[in-house]
């Protein structure tokens, strides 16, 4: 078997934790979510809840990790031998697989934007809604574009972890936030940049209903991809000198901020346009956002071409460096348990996830009639691993870290042996007992009761 890599610098683990949190649940997902909740009211429990619930768990699966030094399975076994703790790790692993799956199908919808915009196909008062609904369900193509992404991750993966992981952290991350930031300055130029920002920033606590806040809840959970072990996973490889807490903070901030810099881009060029709606749903990004560039940039063809180009690279390099991560978490268990090659090991998981992503991906087409539980693949897994496998894993975490592993142990990773205040870690450590177990056990009893 291979040894274990690990991260080369502190930039190195900040950054690639940072590209594992940050993906298109920060740029698709949080503008529906936000589009669809009332604006900044949404955004203020938003925040509340990554400091108070989801940064809690964050510093709970780096305590496993870096105390284990091993794959989200075997991390259990090793700090509490004997017992059945490690039931989790396969979940986390399964969830991994699923996750990834159903995740391309959705990041190869972005690299066929990519492809349109770079070719100039997006523009000229088209009928986006067929466009995307025929390109989706088409039986090829989209698979296509799910095959290509599989392998940009798989290439990246089986490098390793500071060859592989690290460098492509390094560079894409600074990338993205540059392409970010150029974006928000076109988009606050615009005709209704006013309004859009005045949705995003005045709140209205009139929407905040209790299905509001439990969605507040849900994508605090879900943008910082915690509960399904891939940051158990990166935290393997943290030496001994990084310091916990702090860079789960460093990362909840970047989380957040690429979230809420998204809305800056979204939200003004939405309101730039009569007629177009900020809670258009999950169709805002592929739907909606073609048509805002249409006419935004009607007399500005050239600027148009620009900015659609830049928005759809900018969602494609948020989806590898989330993809990379979950395909981490299925790489590291096999290469481990069954003493593989990296290359080895991250093949069998690019195959695997080939043929569940194809299901997922045809679900939308030509196996729209298969259901299970009443869904396609592409909404079961997506339902299995958000309702339940990543709440169920934010439960365990918080239990086994609060209540299972020895206080002097968890201490000496959060204060560093004694390096870092003890009070911070003694804060952690009253959120991992006390709130985290229970917010989270709320939104698990919410998806299910919800469904």
Not at 71 to 95: F, Q
Not at 140 to 167: C, D, K, M, W
Request: proline share 3%; charged share 10%.
């Amino acid at each position: 078997m291979e040894s274990r890599g690990r991260f080369g610098s502190r930039i190195g683990v900040v950054l690639a934790s940072a590209g594992s949190a940050v993906g298109l649940g920060n740029i698709w997902r949080f503008s529906t979510e936000v589009g669809r909740n009332g604006g900044a009211a949404f955004i203020l429990v938003y925040l509340l809840f990554v400091l108070f619930l989801a940064m809690p768990v964050l510093v709970g699966e780096f305590v496993i990790g870096r105390a284990s030094k091993a794959n989200t399975v075997d991390c259990y076994r090793r700090l509490a031998p004997g017992e059945r703790w490690h039931m989790m790790g396969y979940l986390s692993v399964l969830a991994g697989f699923m996750v990834l799956s159903f995740y391309s199908v959705v990041a190869g919808w972005t690299l066929h934007y990519s492809c349109s915009s770079l070719m100039g196909h997006i523009s000229g008062g088209l009928d986006h809604a067929v466009l995307f609904n025929s390109f989706v369900s088409h039986p090829f193509r989209p698979l296509a574009y799910l095959f290509v992404f599989l392998l940009l991750t798989h290439l990246v993966v089986s490098r390793g972890v500071q060859n592989g992981i690290e460098r492509f952290s390094k560079c894409m991350v600074p990338l993205l936030f540059i392409i970010i930031l150029i974006l928000v300055f076109c988009s606050l130029n615009m005709p209704g940049a006013r309004e859009g920002l005045r949705y995003l920033l005045q709140p209205d606590f009139s929407r905040l209903t209790t299905p509001v806040v439990l969605s507040a809840v849900g994508q605090a959970f879900f943008s910082l991809s915690v509960g399904i072990g891939c940051m158990v996973t990166y935290a393997s490889y943290f030496d001994g000198e990084t310091r916990l807490m702090s860079s789960a903070f460093k990362i909840c901030m970047i989380d957040t901020l690429v979230a809420v810099l998204s809305g800056f881009i979204i939200f003004p060029a939405v309101f730039s346009v009569d007629g177009i709606s900020a809670d258009a749903g999950p169709g805002l990004v592929f739907i909606t956002l073609p048509s805002v560039f249409d006419s935004a940039f009607s007399g500005l063809p050239v600027l148009g071409y620009c900015f659609s180009l830049l928005f759809y690279v900018l969602l494609l390099l948020a989806a590898l460096t989330s993809s990379i991560s979950m395909h981490e978490i299925c790489t590291a268990f096999i290469l481990e348990r069954f003493s593989l090659s990296r290359r080895w090991a991250a093949a069998i998981v690019t195959a695997v996830c080939i043929v569940l992503g194809s299901a997922c991906s045809l679900s939308f087409g030509a196996w729209s009639e298969v259901k299970i539980f009443g869904m396609g693949f592409f909404d079961l897994f997506d339902y299995a691993t958000a309702k339940f496998i990543m709440p169920l894993g934010g439960i365990v975490i918080s239990l086994f870290v609060g209540w299972r592993l020895e206080r002097r142990l968890v201490m000496d990773e959060l204060t560093n042996g004694g390096h870092v205040a003890r009070i911070s870690a003694r804060v952690v450590l009253f959120l991992l007992r006390w709130v985290a177990p229970v917010g989270v056990a709320i939104i698990f009893v919410n998806g299910l009761i919800g469904r």
